[in-house]
C-alpha cells in the first residue's frame, strides 16, 4: 500500500512537471510506457526504486520518482531530489570532462605518452600507453586494482595503478579498465596542481552549478542519499562510495566517487547537448563524442563516452549510433542523442540492499519507450554528421561494415561503350586519341581497350602509352623500349624507365592528340606509380593544351578505409605524387579530379565513372576478373598486404618476390621464424596472423637462398590497417635483431620522417599511428570534395 500511495503522488508530480515544460500535448498518457516500464521493474526487484528523467528540445519533460530509495534498515519513498551514487557516471561527469579541459588549454595532449606526465606510469612495459587510449578504454590495463590484499588510500591506489602490468598490447584490444580512469585523476592532479575532487568542484560542477553533486557528500546530504548495500562488514554504505576501489582511495577517484541528482545531471547533459556551456569548447564536446577508438576496432568508442560497445544498453533499440551516453554499476546510466535533442537519465540504486538486482533491462526498455513515446525525429544536420563521420575510419554500413557482396560493377570502359563513346567526341572529326593503358584495360567482355578505341566511331587512336612493367604487364625492369601493338600497328610509347624524363610523356607526342585516354587498375597504395604516371599526364597535357579522359576502375582494397601517415612536403618522387597517406581510400578518377584541382594543373579533365560501385566494395565483390596489375601483384589478398608489407620492402628483408606469393611472406637468412611469428603474434595486430615459415625465393632480395620468416595469413581484412602493419613490421624487425636489421632505404617508400625516427626509437607502433590521425582527419576533409562514389 505505501509503494502505491508513493506512485500515485509521483504521478501528480510528473504530471504537474510535464504541463510546466510546454511540451506539445502534454498528458501523463504521453508517457504510459514509461510508467508501466519503471513499475514493472520494481514489481519483479530489479531495482527497488528510480528516478527517470527525460530532456528533450531544450526542457525536461518527464521526471517521476519510483519506488523506494531505501528498503532497509527501513523504508523510505523515493523522491526526485534524491542524490545517488552515480559510480561510473564519475568517468564522463568529472573525469573526461577534467581531461578535455586540460587538452583545450594545451596541458594535455591525447596522443601523449602518459608517462610525459606522470613518469613513474611507465613501469612493466607501459611507456608507450597513451592518453586517448586510457580514454578509449584501450590501454590493455587489467580492470582494477588487486583487492585481495588490503590497503588503503590515494597514494596507494594511485602507486598500485601505476604499476599495473599490461594484460594485452596498447591499442590492441578494447577491455573496460577502472585503472584507465584512476591514472587519468592521477593525471588531472598533477598538470592542474589541486586534488581531483576540488578540480571537478571548481571547474566543472560550480559552473553549471550543479549543487548537489560532489565527491565526499556531507553529513547534511545523507537524509536526500539512497543508501546501496551492505558491505564486507554487514555495514550499510550510505553516503559513502560503493566502489570498493574508490572506496579504499578515500572516495575520491576518476573512475568512481561522484554522488548526485538527476536535476543536476540534467544540466550536464543540456551543457553537453549545446556545446559546453560554460565548461568546454563545441570542440571538444565533438571529439570527445566522436568515434576514437583505433582504426580496426570493432567497437565505437569516444573519449570517455560510449558510443557502440557491449555496454551500450542504455541506448535502447531505437536510438542511432551517434548518441552517446555511459552508465554506473550501482544502477545509474545517461545517455545523450545529439540528433533528436534528447537525454535519457535513470538513476536507481538497483545493488540495494544486498546486491542481487540490475537495471541493465530496464535501461533499454526506458530508452525504447522514451523514443516511442516522444515519436522521436532525427535532426538531418546531425544525421548527415554521423553519415559521413570518420573519427578514425568511416562507420555507417555501406561504407565500413560490409565484407562482400554479390555487386554487378560497370568500368569506365564499358560505359563508354554503352554511351556510343559520347565522352571521347569533339569538334574535329576523326577526333585523334592517345590511350594509357596495359593488360588491366579491358571491357566486360574481355575485349582490350585499345582493341575497342582502334575500332570506335570518330576517333583515330594514334598512340599508346604503357606504364612500369609495359604494356602487357608482364616486365620487371627499367629497360622499357618503344613498340608497336601487334594486333593493331599503333606505336606504343614507354612512360617508364630509369630517369624522370623516360616516365614522363612527350610533348612531342601529345601535341599530336586531341585528347588522351587513361584506362589503367590501380591497388590503392600511395608508391604504386600508376597513380603518379596519371599526375604526369595530367601536367603534361595542361602543356599540350589537350584534353585527359579516365576510364574510371575499382579502387580494389575499397574506397573506404583511409590509412596510414602523410608524405613529408616536398618529398614527391615517382613512388609519392603526393597529396595522400599511404592507402587513401580512392579510384584513378577521384585521384586525378584532385591532383587537376590541388596541384593546379587546370588540365580540361573528363571522369567517366563506373556504374554499379560502392565505397565499400572490395575487388571481389565487382563480378570484374582479376588481371594483375603488375607482374607481383597476384591476387586481392596481395593487393591488402601490399600498403604495409611493401614498406619493408626496400631494407634487407625478402617480402616475396620470386616465390608463388609475393607481399605475403616477408624473411631473411637472419630471422629466427618462430621468435618473429611470435613476437608479432604476441602484439595482437587486428586482422593478420603469423605463421613460421622457410622459403627460398628464386629472384630479388636472397635469391637462391633460405630465409625463415612469417607467411602473413588476413583473418579479417576490415580489420586491417595495413601501413599500421608495416610499421609493426619495422618495428619488431629493429627490436628483434638490431645488428643485422638495415631499414637505411625505408623512407623512400614511407616518406614520413616522424614516423621512421620514432621506428628507430622503439616507439610502439600504435601510438606511432595515433601521432598521423590529425594528418588523416584532414586529408579525409580534403577529399571529400572529390569523391564520386557514395
Known amino acids: 500500500m505505501f509503494f502505491l500511495a508513493a506512485a500515485a503522488s509521483a504521478g501528480s508530480l510528473a504530471q504537474k512537471q510535464i504541463s510546466s515544460t510546454g511540451l506539445s500535448n502534454p498528458s501523463v498518457s504521453s508517457f504510459n510506457n514509461l510508467n508501466s516500464i519503471a ?207 574508490a572506496r579504499r582511495m578515500g572516495g575520491v577517484a576518476g573512475n568512481a566517487g561522484v554522488f548526485s541528482t538527476a536535476d543536476d545531471l540534467s544540466k550536464f547533459a543540456q551543457a553537453i547537448l549545446t556545446g559546453g556551456g560554460k565548461i568546454l569548447s563545441p570542440l571538444a564536446v565533438e571529439k570527445m563524442t566522436s568515434p576514437q577508438q583505433p582504426p580496426t576496432a570493432q567497437v565505437l568508442h569516444g573519449l570517455g563516452w560510449d558510443i557502440d560497445t557491449p555496454f551500450s544498453s542504455n541506448r535502447g533499440a531505437f536510438l542511432p549510433v551517434g548518441s552517446f551516453g555511459h552508465t554506473g554499476f550501482t544502477g545509474t546510466s545517461m545517455w545523450i542523442d545529439p540528433a533528436t535533442q534528447t537525454c535519457i537519465i535513470l538513476l536507481a540504486n538497483a545493488v540495494h540492499p544486498r546486491g542481487k538486482g540490475s537495471a541493465v533491462a530496464l535501461r533499454a526498455k526506458v530508452a525504447n519507450a522514451v523514443a516511442a513515446d516522444l515519436k522521436l525525429t532525427p535532426d538531418e544536420k546531425e544525421v548527415l554528421r554521423w553519415k559521413n563521420i570518420t573519427g578514425y575510419n568511416e562507420t555507417q554500413t555501406a561504407a565500413r561494415r560490409v565484407a562482400v557482396r554479390n555487386g554487378n560493377v560497370l568500368t569506365g570502359i564499358d560505359v563508354l561503350e554503352r554511351t556510343n563513346f559520347a565522352a571521347l567526341q569533339g569538334s574535329a572529326s576523326p577526333r585523334k586519341i592517345g590511350l594509357l593503358t596495359n593488360q588491366t584495360g579491358v571491357d566486360a567482355e574481355g575485349h582490350r581497350t585499345i582493341d575497342v578505341l582502334a575500332h570506335a566511331p570518330g576517333i583515330s587512336l594514334e598512340a599508346i602509352f604503357s606504364p612500369e612493367h609495359g604494356v602487357t604487364g608482364a616486365l620487371d625492369t627499367t629497360d622499357i623500349n618503344n613498340s608497336k601493338d601487334a594486333a593493331t600497328g599503333i606505336p606504343v610509347y614507354s612512360v617508364y624507365g630509369a630517369s624522370d624524363a623516360a616516365r614522363r610523356p612527350s610533348l612531342d607526342v601529345l601535341k599530336t592528340l586531341n585528347a588522351v585516354v587513361i584506362d ?125 608489407v611493401a614498406l619493408v620492402e626496400g631494407t634487407n628483408v625478402s617480402v616475396g618476390r620470386g616465390t608463388d606469393t609475393p607481399f605475403e611472406l616477408l624473411g631473411a637468412p637472419w630471422i629466427n621464424a618462430r621468435e618473429l611469428a611470435a613476437y608479432l603474434n604476441a602484439r595482437e595486430i587486428s586482422g593478420v596472423r603469423f605463421v613460421p615459415i622457410a622459403f627460398t625465393p628464386a629472384g630479388s632480395n636472397y635469391a637462391g637462398r633460405r630465409c625463415e620468416g612469417v607467411n602473413l595469413m588476413v583473418t579479417e581484412r576490415n580489420d586491417l590497417d595495413a601501413p599500421e602493419l608495416g610499421i609493426e613490421l619495422a618495428s619488431a624487425l629493429h627490436k628483434l635483431y638490431p645488428e643485422q636489421y638495415h631499414m637505411e632505404r625505408m623512407p623512400e617508400l614511407l616518406v614520413n620522417e616522424s614516423v621512421f625516427n620514432a621506428i628507430r626509437q622503439d616507439e610502439d607502433p600504435r601510438r606511432i599511428a595515433a601521432d598521423w590521425q590529425d594528418g588523416l582527419e584532414s586529408f579525409e576533409k580534403l577529399r571529400e570534395k572529390y569523391l564520386i562514389y557514395k
Open 39 to 245: 513499475e514493472q521493474a520494481i514489481r519483479e526487484g530489479q531495482v527497488p526504486g528510480a528516478v527517470l528523467l527525460v530532456w528533450h528540445n531544450g526542457e525536461v519533460v518527464y521526471r517521476r520518482a519510483f519506488g523506494y530509495r531505501s528498503l532497509e534498515p527501513r523504508p523510505t519513498p523515493m523522491t526526485t531530489d534524491t542524490i545517488f551514487d552515480i559510480a561510473s557516471l564519475t568517468k564522463v561527469v568529472a573525469t573526461t570532462t577534467a581531461v578535455m579541459q586540460l587538452v583545450e588549454q594545451g596541458k594535455v595532449r591525447l596522443n601523449d605518452p602518459v608517462v610525459r606526465y606522470i613518469p613513474e606510469f611507465a613501469q612493466n612495459g607501459k611507456r608507450d600507453v597513451t592518453v586517448r587510449e586510457l580514454l578509449t578504454h584501450y590501454s590493455g590495463l587489467p580492470q582494477d586494482l588487486d583487492l585481495v590484499a588490503p590497503w588503503q588510500g590515494r597514494a596507494t591506489g594511485y602507486s598500485m595503478a601505476f604499476a599495473s602490468p599490461l594484460e594485452n598490447p596498447p591499442g590492441a584490444r578494447f577491455l573496460y579498465s577502472d585503472i584507465n580512469f584512476i591514472t587519468l585523476g592521477a593525471l588531472v592532479e598533477r598538470v592542474s596542481g589541486l586534488p581531483f575532487e576540488q578540480y571537478c568542484e571548481r571547474n566543472i560542477f560550480a559552473p553549471l552549478k550543479m549543487t548537489h553533486t560532489r565527491f565526499l557528500p556531507p553529513a547534511s546530504w545523507l537524509p536526500k542519499i539512497a543508501p546501496t548495500q551492505y558491505d564486507e562488514h554487514n555495514h550499510m554504505l550510505h553516503g559513502v562510495v560503493h566502489d570498493p576501489t
Open 520 to 644: 589503367i587498375q590501380d591497388v590503392g597504395a600511395r608508391f604504386y606509380t600508376y597513380e603518379t604516371t596519371l599526375g604526369y599526364f595530367l601536367e603534361a597535357a595542361a602543356k599540350a593544351g589537350i584534353e585527359v579522359i579516365v576510364l574510371d576502375r575499382p579502387n580494389p582494397i575499397t574506397g573506404s578505409f583511409v590509412q596510414g601517415p602523410m608524405p613529408d612536403a616536398g618529398h614527391e618522387s615517382f613512388v609519392n605524387y603526393g597529396l595522400t597517406p599511404l592507402r587513401h581510400g580512392m579510384t584513378m578518377g577521384e585521384l586525378a579530379k584532385m591532383f587537376n584541382a590541388e596541384r593546379h594543373i587546370d588540365v580540361k579533365l573528363t571522369v567517366v565513372p563506373m556504374e554499379g560501385w560502392i565505397r565499400g566494395d572490395w575487388y571481389d565483390s565487382t563480378s570484374l576478373t582479376w588481371i594483375n596489375p603488375s607482374p607481383n601483384m597476384r591476387s586481392l589478398t596481395e593487393a591488402t598486404l601490399y600498403p604495409g
